[in-house]
């Protein structure tokens, strides 16, 4: 078994991280995960969180506003939405996240009401995870 992995980590902006990592904390929809090296192909959506990578050279996160996540054995590979080192992260830009959350759900369809709702619940839970 490989002691790491090649991790990506891109948005619509740039490219946030290319490092060798023995393990990946995902924020996935439908619930946190690990990818490891030698994990089990899988494809996950994420939902607002905090994505943790364990390297050689020590833990760096992230804040992530969707997007999905791409795993084989020897990479995870991960699209952001929107994904700002968490050292980075400001109230305004919380607050810039929260309101466009916020005006999502006003003007949610019926059909959508659901998925604006969790994830307005889920991007309030990320400005606490901060501390912003």
Same mark, same amino acid.
């Given at each position: 078994m490989a002691d790491t992995m090649q991790f990506d980590?891109?948005?619509? *902006? +740039?490219? =946030?991280?290319?490092?060798q990592a023995a393990s990946v904390q995902i924020? #996935? &929809? /439908? #619930? /946190?995960m690990t990818a490891m090296? /030698?994990?089990a192909p899988t494809? $996950?959506?994420? +939902?607002?969180?905090? =994505? $943790?990578?364990n390297g050689p /050279? #020590? *833990?760096s996160s992230y804040a992530? $506003?969707? #997007?999905? &996540?791409e795993i084989s054995a *020897? +990479? $995870?590979?991960?699209?952001a939405e929107k994904a700002i080192p968490t050292a980075d992260?400001?109230? &305004? @830009?919380? @607050?810039a996240l929260v309101a466009t959350a916020t005006d999502a759900v006003a003007n949610a369809t019926a059909d959508d009401k659901d998925a604006t709702t969790k994830a307005l619940a889920d991007m309030e839970a990320l400005r606490v995870a901060l501390g912003v």
């Open positions: 980590l891109v948005s619509p *902006e +740039r490219s =946030l991280a290319s490092l924020p #996935g &929809a /439908d #619930g /946190d090296p /030698d994990h494809i $996950t959506t994420l +939902r607002p969180g905090i =994505l $943790t990578v /050279d #020590g *833990e992530v $506003t969707g #997007g999905f &996540a *020897e +990479r $995870t590979s991960v699209l992260v400001s109230a &305004a @830009d919380m @607050d």
